[in-house]
Nanobody, 128 residues
């Protein structure tokens, strides 16, 4: 069973928006750095955004201005609000957790290495 569980994926037209959620269970408390990743077909997984336990957030350049990451520690839940989606945003979106807080403070966005706990992903499909 996955440690974290994503939801909110689906099909949307280009220019549309989606809000993803991640039920982080025991990894949703402020001790954990939480982050979103995605993997497009035939491509490597890449980090989108991370948020530290105090709410400090960082974003990968390719998503800046189009996404907002947030967390509710009381609900142990992580969110990703996405807008202005394009077909290139199609892929499987994952949430992950780590105790290494510095990974959520990297100005380039969360690195793909160092996260120990992962969800199974939710599919996002953007049509033109």
């Amino acid at each position: 069973q996955a440690e974290l569980e994503e939801s909110g994926g689906g099909s949307v037209q280009a220019g549309g928006s989606l809000r993803l959620s991640c039920a982080a269970d025991r990894y949703g408390n402020s001790a954990y750095c939480l982050a979103w990743f995605r993997q497009a077909p035939g491509k490597e997984r890449e980090g989108i955004a991370g948020v530290a336990g105090d709410g400090f957030a960082t974003y990968a350049d390719f998503m800046k201005g189009r996404v907002t990451v947030s967390r509710d520690n009381a609900k142990n839940t992580l969110y990703l609000q996405m807008s202005s989606l394009t077909p290139e945003d199609t892929g499987k979106y994952f949430c992950a957790a780590t105790l290494f807080e510095r990974l959520c403070r990297d100005p380039r966005g969360p690195p793909t290495r160092g996260f120990s706990y992962w969800g199974r992903g939710t599919q996002v499909t953007v049509s033109s």
